[in-house]
């Protein structure tokens, strides 16, 4: 079972182009996440989805756009990039709801110069 | 803004030796949630405790849980250099059903 799967693992880009940050799984979980961790700031959340069809925003959700079509799918989309954005980027995912056992995916390292 | 915040922000000990972790946060919860992090990797569930909770064990993890301090500590005994890791706690406040996390404590296992 492979669980989370993110892509790309590393991407370098250049400032105002658009990216797209793929998350996958295959767990069968209603609820998705988006977070971006930052170096001494911890996790902050910046989308969520708690089933097909539906999206919110989190703490930080600015720049950001998600969607969820489906169950497995929540795609991360940045309309235009800007150096603050530069972060690692981590999908989660949760079988029993937004304050259940979070599952990780390994990450996605984007760099915006 | 940050909920919880772990205490110390690292750690260093000797293969064997006892580490703990502290996690203080502000408001009331529903649940306390432990992650493990190795470097570059994603984030694993360890221990979740639930505010009805005072004590939890899994293996060597040991989690104690102080409502009225709000607060929490994350105990690994016996450690080992796999336990070498970031540890970040997450609370889940009554009045937001969104996790918030701390910043986290880096651990180093020294052989």
């Known amino acids: 079972i492979a669980g989370i799967t993110q892509a790309p693992t590393s991407q370098i880009l250049a400032a105002g182009r658009r990216m797209t940050l793929r998350c996958t799984q295959d767990m069968r979980h209603n609820a998705m996440y988006w977070y971006r961790q930052d170096l001494g700031l911890g996790l902050r959340l910046i989308h969520y989805s708690n089933t097909a069809g539906t999206t919110g925003k989190g703490e930080v959700p600015d720049g950001y756009s998600v969607s969820r079509a489906n169950t497995d799918d929540f795609p991360l989309t940045l309309a235009s990039a800007v150096p603050s954005q530069t972060s690692v980027y981590f999908c989660a995912s949760s079988e029993t709801g937004p304050t259940g056992e979070l599952f990780f995916g390994e990450g996605s390292r984007l760099t915006v110069l | 803004s940050q909920q919880g915040e772990e205490d110390p922000q690292a750690l260093s000990i000797q293969e064997g030796e006892n580490a703990t972790m502290n996690c203080s946060y502000k408001?009331?919860?529903?649940?306390l949630q432990w992650y493990r992090q190795n470097s570059g990797r994603g984030l694993v569930h360890l221990i979740l405790i639930r505010s009805n909770e005072r004590e939890k064990h899994s293996g060597r993890l040991r989690v104690t849980l102080d409502t009225s301090k709000k607060s929490s500590s994350l105990l690994i005994t016996a450690s080992r250099a796999a336990d070498t890791a970031s540890y970040f706690c997450a609370t889940d406040p009554d009045s937001n059903y969104q996790l918030i996390w701390g910043a986290g404590t880096k651990l180093i296992i020294k052989p």
């Open positions: 408001t009331s919860i529903n649940n």
